[in-house]
């Protein structure tokens, strides 16, 4: 079985990886090889953060493994696409899911364009290479969260042709649409050719 390093600490999208691909892969997180330590983040867009991520780990882990590192995020029309790649910490560094949708209803109160969209990218690191992989999912911001499911800002968007949240449409629905989703499938898509 091949070993699949999904650079990031949030066991949410490891299980969502693992979903999503045949059993011919183990998916492993930060913390399952030692990794502690947050990331740096400190490209401009998603996808120098998603390289960023990837070529720590290579770093760290070396040449021979296989790496996939991924950058998301929430993009509003109205706020000048804003949180963008400052999504996980748009109310601070402590990277907390209620401060951030806190703010961001805050900073939308009053605005009429809720449209937004999640966007993902991922990069893939083997044999010295790196290949990037992109998802989007395009929907609107509600004006108070709703459900249990998910994370970050589910709760309070509403992808277009639905009426529930990401926080309330079962996992199997929101993984068939999601940025991430379409992004994983994009890679594996490109792994089967």
Known sequence: MKKLILATHNRHK????????????????????????????TGNTFMENARQKAEYVRQRMGDDVEILADDSGLEVSALN??????????????????????????????TNDRSARFVTVLAYMHNGKTEYF?????????????????????????????EQT?????????NSMSHRGNAFRAWKESLER
């Open 134 to 162: 992109e998802g989007e999912v395009k929907g609107t911001i509600i004006d108070e969260c709703r459900g249990n499911g998910g994370f970050g800002y589910d709760p309070v968007f509403v992808p277009l042709g639905y």
């Open 14 to 41: 490891c299980d969502e990886l693992s979903a999503m691909i045949d059993g011919n892969w183990e998916v492993v997180s930060l913390d399952d090889i030692n990794i502690t330590e947050d990331i740096p983040e």
């Open 81 to 110: 696409g804003e949180p963008g790649v400052r999504s996980a910490r748009y109310a601070g560094e402590t990277h907390n899911d209620s401060a951030n949708t806190a703010m961001l209803l805050e900073n939308l109160k009053g």
């Open 166 to 174: 990401f926080a309330e449409l079962p996992a199997e629905v929101k």
